[in-house]
């Protein structure tokens, strides 16, 4: 057997390059319910089970900062390591509880462009005398 599953489309090339990609991840999160940033990501049910398109804005003091990306993955039990992977352009795109969840860095473009004005990004505690030091 080959692994293909004749049943399963396939994706047109053009979608893979990193132009295509990125229109992709804008076009969902400018669509996306935005998560209920007062609630704690580390309890069992910040996010419930569901087919939505959610959108998740965590803290970052530069484009770059990856952190709170790290932090939020661990609450949600995405993964627990020491380094972020599957990040594109500060963006994490996963599958959780049935949405299809985007954790989106505040610096980056997508939340700079995005995140609505009202919303507060996600800080983990785990990191609160670091975050406390900046202000």
């Given at each position: 057997s080959s692994g293909i599953n004749a049943?399963?489309?396939l994706r047109p090339g053009d979608m893979l390059g990193p132009?295509?990609?990125s229109d992709l991840?804008?076009?969902l999160i400018a669509h996306a319910k935005v998560v209920d940033?007062?609630?704690d990501p580390c309890e069992q049910h910040f996010i419930t089970e569901g087919t939505d398109v959610l959108v998740l804005y965590y803290y970052q003091r530069d484009s770059r900062e990856s952190r709170q990306a790290l932090a939020v993955a661990?609450?949600?039990n995405l993964w627990n390591v020491d380094k972020v992977r599957g990040m594109f352009n500060g963006v994490l795109r996963t599958h959780f509880r049935g949405n299809q969840l985007l954790v989106v860095g505040s610096m980056t473009k997508y939340g700079r462009q995005f995140m609505p004005k009202n919303v507060k990004p996600i800080r983990i505690a785990k990191y609160k005398d670091e975050l406390e030091s900046e202000q």
């Amino acid at each position: 057997s080959s692994g293909i599953n004749a049943e399963w489309p396939l994706r047109p090339g053009d979608m893979l390059g990193p132009k295509s990609y990125s229109d992709l991840i804008a076009d969902l999160i400018a669509h996306a319910k935005v998560v209920d940033h007062t609630g704690d990501p580390c309890e069992q049910h910040f996010i419930t089970e569901g087919t939505d398109v959610l959108v998740l804005y965590y803290y970052q003091r530069d484009s770059r900062e990856s952190r709170q990306a790290l932090a939020v993955a661990g609450c949600l039990n995405l993964w627990n390591v020491d380094k972020v992977r599957g990040m594109f352009n500060g963006v994490l795109r996963t599958h959780f509880r049935g949405n299809q969840l985007l954790v989106v860095g505040s610096m980056t473009k997508y939340g700079r462009q995005f995140m609505p004005k009202n919303v507060k990004p996600i800080r983990i505690a785990k990191y609160k005398d670091e975050l406390e030091s900046e202000q």
